[in-house]
Antibody, heavy 114, light 106 residues
Framework: EVQLVESGGGLVQPGASLKLSCVAS????????MSWVRQTPGKTMEWIGD????????NYAPSLKNRFTISRDNAKSTLYLQMSNVRSEDTATYYC???????WGQGVMVTVSS | DIQMTQSPSSLPASLGDRVTITCRAS??????LRWFQQKPGKSPRLMIY???NLAAGVPSRFSGSRSGSDYSLTINSLESEDMAIYYC????????FGAGTKLELK
């Protein structure tokens, strides 16, 4: 059974950094592109970016490219999202998804507030 | 950037109705269009991929179609379990979601 489990969310102050993780199981992680998507409290969905199966290439939404970094550790079947200089508008639920969008994690909430 | 204009934002409907949700792409995206269903407290569920293909496990009352730059999701004979928010997503150039359509009982 394919599972994606995000972690690392919580309450963070503006300007801080945060690293989210997504542990994958039930499939060969190193065979698939992976993505991060977020959803604001108002239900707006935003694609953050994705990473090639071997970690050699990443794409980002232009508006987030300078502050967010996606990486992966195939030996640990884990996807990461490094968020820096967070802002209130980064408050959202963050999802990891597998290539093809069929499988999603349960999401992890990030709240940016002082 | 490719924009996806989704309409309507809210769709009141009755059980048994046939409903259609539409997304218009600001540029050519070919058939790189997916539809998702999201229920409260749940992750999005893939319903349609490649604009017209039903994802695994999706009931046959759901269908996707394309007319030029307009992409539609149609639900025939609406059931109570279909009440949810629906999103389109283009993945031809980066990825862009529509704003969502809340389908609710009239």
């Amino acid at each position: 059974e394919v599972q994606l489990v995000e972690s690392g969310g919580g309450l963070v102050q503006p300007g801080a950094s945060l690293k989210l993780s997504c542990v994958a199981s039930g499939f060969t992680f190193s065979d698939y592109w992976m993505s991060w998507v977020r959803q604001t409290p108002g239900k707006t969905m935003e694609w953050i970016g994705d990473i090639k199966y071997d970690g050699s290439y990443t794409n980002y939404a232009p508006s987030l490219k300078n502050r967010f970094t996606i990486s992966r550790d195939n030996a640990k079947s884990t996807l990461y999202l490094q968020m820096s200089n967070v802002r209130s508008e980064d408050t959202a639920t963050y999802y990891c998804t597998r290539e093809g969008s069929y499988y999603w994690g349960q999401g992890v909430m990030v709240t940016v507030s002082s | 950037d490719i924009q996806m204009t989704q309409s309507p934002s809210s769709l009141p409907a009755s059980l048994g109705d046939r409903v259609t949700i539409t997304c218009r792409a600001s540029q050519d995206i070919g058939n790189y269009l997916r539809w998702f269903q999201q229920k409260p407290g749940k992750s999005p569920r893939l319903m349609i991929y490649g604009a017209t293909n039903l994802a695994a496990g999706v009931p046959s009352r759901f269908s996707g179609s394309r007319s030029g730059s307009d992409y539609s999701l149609t639900i025939n004979s609406l059931e109570s379990e279909d009440m949810a928010i629906y999103y389109c997503l283009q993945h031809n150039e980066y990825n862009t979601f529509g704003a969502g359509t809340k389908l609710e009982l009239k």
